[in-house]
């Protein structure tokens, strides 16, 4: 037990005794705390949430460990209950997509409530691979027919038309990170039969206009890149028994000069509408490289002073 917690060589044991200042001892399958009462009770707390994650079959990340850590220094033990046992869905290497944040919990739980939820947050936080994670389970449960992915083409400091080939071949750039996310999540084989059944539809937001999607989990990647006008298009596009999901970082927004975007007045537009969610991450949520986390904070610092 103690070696699941502390992870292979003890990788583990130098982050606890650094964030709360303690000597952390293996003893067989114990681990002996020494050091100041309040920083020993909060990591003995600390322990016993971990041990209690390995004893049902969770592996324990160094993220999960920092992240579990902050909530402790930070008194939201609370927040903490059942974090880490919600499993979204099993991609198809076995791996577990959960929650790796109360913000992204919060996500998760907003969609399961809620017929149009808009994520908002950096880079990093899992906006997208967590909707389309849920998208996979709504499928897998027969909750819904098909998915649609879609993505404004905006050009961000390239000009697409000097990219060479057909029109798919120069929007494909734009669709990448969603087809990689898809891989991720399904295998390359099952993705291209999906897509050749039309069960799995990535297309530029263009092509949703005209349409009504019924029986659909939607998800509407780097909406900060919409117009106004392509906003209200798309979310007007929802049919019956169907799902939509709205990601972007306001912070990057690579529209023409004059353009406003759709994400962020719809914020406003929509704040007191029934039945949709707005959920607001942050850098906290970022479950990237460290120095992710750390540039947000130098980026959101330097652009406030």
Same mark, same amino acid.
């Given at each position: 037990?103690?070696?699941?917690?502390?992870?292979?060589?003890? +990788?583990?044991?130098?982050?606890?005794?650094?964030?709360?200042?303690?000597?952390?001892?293996?003893?067989?399958?114990?681990?002996?705390?020494?050091?100041?009462?309040?920083? %020993?009770?909060?990591?003995?707390?600390?322990?016993?949430?971990? &041990?209690?994650? %390995?004893?049902?079959?969770?592996?324990?990340?160094?993220?999960?460990?920092?992240?579990?850590? #902050? !909530?402790?220094?930070?008194?939201?033990?609370? *927040?903490?209950?059942?974090?880490?046992?919600?499993?979204? @869905?099993?991609?198809?290497?076995? #791996?577990?997509?959960?929650?790796? $944040? /109360? +913000?992204?919990?919060?996500?998760?739980?907003?969609?399961?409530?809620?017929?149009?939820?808009?994520?908002?947050?950096?880079?990093?936080?899992?906006?997208?691979?967590?909707? =389309?994670?849920?998208? =996979?389970?709504?499928?897998?449960?027969?909750? /819904?027919?098909?998915?649609?992915?879609?993505?404004?083409?905006?050009?961000?400091?390239?000009?697409?038309?000097?990219?060479?080939?057909?029109?798919?071949?120069?929007?494909?750039?734009?669709?990448?990170?969603?087809?990689?996310?898809?891989?991720?999540?399904?295998? /390359?084989?099952?993705?291209?039969?999906?897509?050749? #059944? +039309?069960?799995?539809?990535?297309?530029?937001?263009?092509? !949703?206009? +005209?349409? $009504?999607?019924?029986?659909?989990?939607?998800?509407?990647?780097?909406?900060?890149? $919409?117009?106004?006008?392509? =906003?209200?298009?798309?979310?007007?596009?929802?049919?019956?028994? &169907?799902?939509?999901? /709205?990601?972007?970082?306001?912070? *990057?927004?690579?529209?023409?000069?004059?353009?406003?975007?759709?994400?962020?007045?719809?914020? #406003?537009?929509?704040?007191?509408?029934?039945?949709? &969610?707005?959920? @607001?991450?942050?850098?906290?949520?970022?479950?990237?490289?460290?120095?992710?986390?750390?540039?947000?904070?130098?980026?959101?610092? @330097?652009?406030?002073?």
């Amino acid at each position: 037990m103690a070696q699941q917690i502390l992870g292979d060589l003890d +990788g583990n044991l130098d982050v606890i005794e650094n964030l709360f200042s303690v000597q952390l001892i293996p003893k067989g399958q114990e681990i002996v705390v020494k050091g100041e009462t309040e920083e %020993v009770e909060q990591a003995i707390f600390l322990l016993e949430q971990l &041990s209690s994650q %390995v004893k049902k079959g969770k592996r324990i990340s160094s993220f999960d460990i920092k992240y579990a850590a #902050k !909530m402790v220094k930070e008194g939201k033990e609370s *927040q903490m209950e059942n974090l880490f046992d919600e499993i979204i @869905y099993t991609t198809a290497r076995g #791996k577990s997509i959960k929650p790796k $944040t /109360v +913000g992204q919990k919060e996500y998760v739980q907003a969609i399961d409530k809620n017929d149009i939820v808009f994520c908002i947050g950096p880079a990093g936080t899992g906006k997208t691979f967590l909707a =389309m994670a849920m998208a =996979m389970a709504h499928l897998k449960d027969q909750k /819904v027919n098909r998915i649609i992915l879609t993505r404004p083409a905006v050009e961000a400091g390239e000009n697409l038309g000097f990219l060479p080939g057909s029109f798919q071949e120069k929007v494909d750039p734009y669709l990448r990170p969603l087809y990689d996310a898809l891989f991720d999540l399904l295998g /390359v084989e099952k993705v291209e039969k999906y897509m050749e #059944k +039309g069960i799995i539809e990535i297309a530029p937001l263009a092509y !949703m206009r +005209g349409r $009504t999607l019924d029986d659909s989990f939607v998800i509407l990647d780097e909406a900060q890149n $919409t117009t106004s006008e392509q =906003m209200k298009m798309f979310l007007t596009r929802l049919g019956f028994d &169907s799902k939509a999901v /709205v990601t972007g970082d306001v912070t *990057q927004v690579d529209l023409p000069s004059g353009k406003h975007s759709g994400l962020i007045e719809v914020t #406003k537009i929509l704040k007191d509408v029934k039945g949709l &969610s707005f959920v @607001y991450l942050s850098d906290s949520d970022v479950v990237r490289h460290e120095l992710v986390q750390r540039i947000i904070l130098a980026y959101e610092k @330097y652009n406030s002073g």
